[in-house]
């Protein structure tokens, strides 16, 4: 807090003249954003640098690095089972993105009305929203627990066997998908319902006596009105999908037999596994990459299809 | 979703829409009431199939939890580093946003937009080299190592700067002409005003913080200094069959979290529909 006490008396400060700071503006800003600054820039930018640097080494973060030049990019052309994860990664967010996506629209929805019990409804929805990802797995384990969960007792009331999910290579990937649509589903929801309750009603009301039916004023009005946070959460959403990690972790460690191994956690394992660090830092380069990227795209589509519109 | 037009001429009587939103409401909380049940199960009750409900709650669980792990500390340990990271951010991002938002002072742009690029940035790219400065500042496996990185966010920064924007500039200005230093300002004058936003990020910093895994994952390892987010990962690999005491673990896990949703869901829902982050 000693930042703080300089900006007490900027005058002051000012007349010792210290460095090359002349006004008193000078000193008061920087003194304010100093401890923020240097938490920031010791733990964000500095780190940012730093890992554009160890992916050119050899590190096993333990014993000093050696230079390895491009070694690590040139092995991961190379490896068979990034490129696995990589594809199982895509699986997972061409599946997890649209699925929570249009989940979330369609039960905000559904959640956008006056009627008894609403914030019932809208407790039971938003409750995962502040669900761990750790308590989420752990659950989603014993719901989905081949032998006695939840979800396999539901089949069998309908006559379908029992089915592996995270224990299943088959089933894995997908079994993630549905548990972390359940965790995402009411943050879009949530979103989606402060946006849909900002849409005017007598917009609606001019719309239903123009004759259009209310799922027509849904889909031609509102949805449209909306679409600003549509593009929001497609690229919130995307760039979580490609950071999918800690689920895995709790519920499947990436197996049976790879089958669930996304990026992030293969980059875990070769940091943290084979202490391949330098390896794992020209993974993270490559996937901060293709999210920025990606990310620039969907803006970038989205404002055109606003403008279009 | 096929029931949207029935409703709509029958508004006397209960709506049609309870028809989608009761299965709706009861799948999306099932998972999290079967924790509580199964918590409240023997063992014996999670190894019948079809499952039942017990006969009667056995609350034996908790103490087990307790008792077998070092849980209390666990949750101790997430308090300190959240509680500490949510005074953290709103003494610093207050200064900074501040500074951001009304002195004009040399470089302030370029910082704030510098800043501001570090949002942008994945935590995986960051994760190693952070480890590599808390290893040279002797810190891995201690507090401190999960509390300062996330002491101070660009979030927060950018957060309290628009809201410093959005409030009027002769407040301030009477209490300078009158002989106010900046920081007097700041704390008499302007923080006051500020209590919506203060609220939104200390809610989302307690919440990012509490269900943090990744880094806690990497930086501690030994059980005094684990969240209880990482002490339940562990505690799963370890009892991974004992699903009612793993269920009263989890439920412990949530239960500060859960306990501040329902008494404040209101701040909760806008703080996080007018920041758009989780």
Redesign the interface.
């Known amino acids: 807090?000693s930042?703080?006490l300089a900006?007490?008396?900027?005058a002051t400060a000012a007349r010792r003249g210290r460095g090359g700071?002349r006004?008193a503006?000078?000193?008061?800003?920087?003194s304010?954003?100093a401890?923020?600054?240097v938490?920031?820039g010791?733990?964000?930018?500095?780190?940012?640098v730093?890992?554009f640097v160890?992916s050119f080494q050899t590190n096993d973060?333990q014993t000093p690095a050696t230079w390895a030049g491009t070694k690590n990019y040139r092995q991961l052309v190379h490896d068979p089972l990034l490129h696995q994860a990589i594809r199982h990664t895509l699986v997972y967010s061409v599946l997890f993105v649209p699925l929570t996506l249009v989940g979330s629209l369609?039960?905000a929805?559904?959640?956008n009305?006056r009627?008894?019990?609403?914030s019932?409804?809208r407790?039971?929805?938003?409750?995962?929203?502040?669900?761990?990802?750790?308590?989420?797995?752990?659950?989603?384990?014993?719901?989905l627990?081949p032998?006695?969960g939840?979800l396999?007792?539901g089949l069998?009331?309908v006559g379908v066997p029992s089915q592996g999910f995270f224990s299943s290579p088959d089933q894995a990937l997908f079994a993630v998908v549905g548990m972390t649509v359940?965790g995402w589903?009411?943050?879009g929801a949530?979103?989606y319902?402060?946006a849909l309750q900002s849409v005017p009603q007598d917009l609606l009301e001019a719309a239903q006596l123009d004759g259009c039916?209310?799922?027509g004023a849904?889909w031609r009005i509102q949805v449209p009105l909306v679409r600003p946070v549509t593009a929001?959460l497609l690229v919130?959403l995307t760039?979580n999908a490609?950071?999918l990690?800690?689920e895995v972790?709790?519920t499947t460690k990436g197996g049976p037999l790879h089958a669930s191994t996304v990026v992030?956690y293969y980059?875990?394992q070769q940091?943290?596994a084979y202490f391949h660090?330098g390896y794992?830092?020209a993974i993270?380069?490559v996937?901060?990459l293709v999210?920025?990227v990606v990310?620039l795209v969907q803006l970038r589509l989205t404002r055109d299809a606003e403008d279009g519109g | 979703m096929t029931g949207t037009r029935s409703g709509s001429r029958v508004s006397r009587l209960p709506s049609a829409w309870h028809l989608v939103l009761l299965p709706l409401a009861l799948v999306m909380a099932a998972p999290l009431l079967w924790m509580f049940v199964t918590s409240v199960s023997t063992r014996e009750d999670t190894q019948r199939f079809p499952p039942s409900l017990p006969s009667s709650p056995h609350w034996s669980n908790y103490s087990a939890v307790w008792e077998q792990q070092p849980f209390g500390q666990w949750l101790a340990n997430s308090a300190v580093v959240a509680v500490v990271c949510v005074a953290g951010n709103l003494v610093f991002c207050s200064l900074a946003g501040y500074a951001f938002a009304r002195i004009r002072f040399r470089g302030s742009r370029p910082l704030f937009l510098l800043l501001l690029a570090t949002l942008m940035v994945p935590f995986q790219v960051v994760m190693l080299p952070t480890l590599l400065i808390v290893k040279h500042l002797g810190l891995v496996d201690t507090l401190p190592a999960l509390i300062l990185p996330n002491l101070a966010t660009p979030f927060g920064i950018y957060l309290l700067r628009q809201f410093f924007l959005a409030l009027p500039r002769d407040l301030e200005e009477a209490a300078r002409i009158d002989g106010a230093g900046r920081l007097r300002v700041l704390t008499a004058v302007l923080l006051p005003l500020m209590g919506p936003p203060l609220a939104t990020l200390a809610v989302l910093t307690f919440l990012t913080s509490w269900n943090d895994f990744l880094w806690p994952l990497v930086v501690t390892s030994s059980s005094q200094v684990m969240t209880v987010q990482l002490g339940l990962a562990t505690f799963q690999s370890a009892h991974f069959t004992n699903w009612p005491v793993l269920m009263a673990g989890t439920m412990l896990s949530q239960l500060p979290v859960l306990a501040l949703f329902l008494v404040g869901q209101r701040w909760f829902v806008r703080s996080i529909a007018t920041t758009g982050l989780r």
């Open positions: 807090m930042a703080g900006a007490r008396s900027p700071l006004t503006d000078d000193v008061a800003g920087w304010l954003v401890p923020g600054t938490l920031i010791l733990f964000g930018l500095v780190p940012v730093w890992s160890l973060l369609l039960v929805g559904a959640l009305r009627i008894r019990g609403i019932i409804y407790l039971a929805v938003f409750v995962p929203v502040v669900t761990s990802t750790v308590a989420t797995g752990v659950i989603f384990s014993w719901l627990d032998q006695f939840l396999n007792a069998a009331e359940w589903i009411g943050f949530l979103i319902l402060a039916t209310r799922a849904f929001f919130w760039i490609l950071q990690f800690d972790y709790v992030v980059l875990w940091a943290f660090a794992a830092a993270s380069v996937l901060f999210i920025a990310t």
